[in-house]
């Protein structure tokens, strides 16, 4: 069964780096997925952040691009978030994803970051 | 503002047959690019509900149904129950954002 878990600090203050990290088991981060970043600011809808493939292919959404990093560790088959110049804004529930195909098939429990 | 248009709320009564729709444009579903809707439950985490506009996930009843036409998709849920009140999201992917991109969503009420 696959399982992605978030980590990471659950404050950050303002102007700072955010950087989650997501764990997988049950599954080789070096198979052929894209491994997803979404978030959810409290009680609002889903945000797409950011999906990458293999280490070298990434896309992101075009209004974070200019913050946001995502890589792959591959020896510890996790992947991890930065989302740099943090404002209240980015206050929400960042959930990690795997996509199969065009659609999220396995997703983390999610992880409340708050910025303040 | 999202790229996918939702409505905010839907409700209806045990038993009854509530339908959400997604509307996008001719860069997202009007360009053919496949609909999956997610279900969220209050506290959780998304679930897969529906992938490729109208397949269920092993799991899901048969009461949830999709289908896609032009650039509209809707989900149809039957026989409501109370566990179905939830809030519903549709994504597809977008060619001039080259990424994913979410609806709105919309919370389903069970009265």
């Known amino acids: 069964q696959v399982q992605l878990r978030e980590s990471g600090p659950g404050l950050v203050r303002p102007s700072g780096t955010l950087s989650l990290t997501c764990a997988v088991s049950?599954?080789?981060?070096?198979?052929?997925?894209?491994w997803n970043w979404v978030r959810q600011p409290p009680g609002k809808g889903l945000e797409w952040i950011a999906e990458?493939?293999?280490?070298?292919?990434?896309n992101y959404n075009p209004s974070l691009k200019s913050r946001v990093t995502i890589s792959v560790d591959k020896s510890k088959n996790q992947f991890s978030l930065k989302l740099r110049s943090v404002t209240a804004a980015d206050t929400a529930v960042y959930y990690c994803?795997?996509?199969?195909?065009?659609?999220?098939?396995?997703w983390g429990q999610g992880a409340l970051v708050s910025v303040s | 503002q999202s790229v996918l248009t939702q409505p905010p709320s839907v409700s209806g009564a045990p038993g009854q047959r509530v339908t959400i729709s997604c509307t996008g444009s001719s860069s997202n579903i009007g360009a053919d690019y496949d609909l999956h809707w997610y279900q969220q439950l209050p506290g959780t985490a998304p679930k897969l509900l529906i992938y490729?506009?109208?397949n269920r996930p092993s799991g899901v009843p048969d009461r949830f149904s999709g289908s896609k036409s032009g650039a509209s998709a809707s989900l149809t849920i039957t026989g409501l129950q109370a566990e179905d009140e939830a809030d519903y999201y549709c994504q597809s992917y977008d060619s001039s954002l080259n990424g994913r991109v979410f609806g709105g969503g919309t919370k389903l009420t069970v009265l």
């Open positions: 990458i493939y293999h280490s070298e292919n990434t």
């Open positions: 049950g599954d080789s981060i070096s198979n052929s997925y894209w």
């Open positions: 490729n506009n109208y």
């Open positions: 994803a795997r996509r199969s195909s065009s659609w999220l098939d396995y």
